[in-house]
């Protein structure tokens, strides 16, 4: 089962994804894993990624940190997030095709769990002054968000706080 659980930065998509995460591993057996594919950068990025190590702390999740989002097989994968991992493919790597590498890594990540939740930003929209590598990226991850939830069993949207 896929589940994408998708909304604006700010809106508590990451706590919502990893207390569906736990709730799913709770009926299961073997790994519950949290697949972060952020590259921090900068004091930003680093002071996002201790919020998230603190925020599931304690709560049973073996990080992997994997840019590009691989993993050994377990019972339930969190990723977080699906926009990085295109951001990783886009400009990190400069693959040709970053958005079916994108979608391909995320289809092999669902074969080999039970349970895949993955997160991912929803409602960028393309600004006058961005330049055209943010421009392709927003269409890409626009992209990449509708064949995710063209192909995830449920699909939770959050807005605010909380899911």
Known sequence: MMVLVIGPNGSGKSAAAERLACDLHAAG?????????MVPDGSDGQTRVAKHRL???GRGFTTVESPLGVV???DVILLEDASNLLANYMFAQHD????????????????SCRH?????????????????????????????????RANADQVIETSGGRA
């Not at 057996?29 to 594919?37: E, F, H, I, P, R």
């Not at 958005?99 to 289809?107: E, G, K, M, V």
Request: hydrophobic fraction near 40%; include cysteine.
């Open 72 to 74: 050994n097989p377990a």
């Open 55 to 57: 925020q599931r702390a």
């Open 116 to 148: 895949l939740v993955v997160v991912s930003i929803g409602g960028l929209e393309c600004q006058p002054e961005y330049d055209d590598g943010t421009r392709a990226y927003i269409d890409a991850l626009g992209q990449a968000n509708a064949a995710l």
């Open 96 to 111: 040709p095709a970053p958005l079916p590498a994108t979608l391909a890594q995320i289809d092999r990540l669902q074969k």
């Open 29 to 37: 057996q073997g790994d519950l894993v949290y697949l972060a594919t």
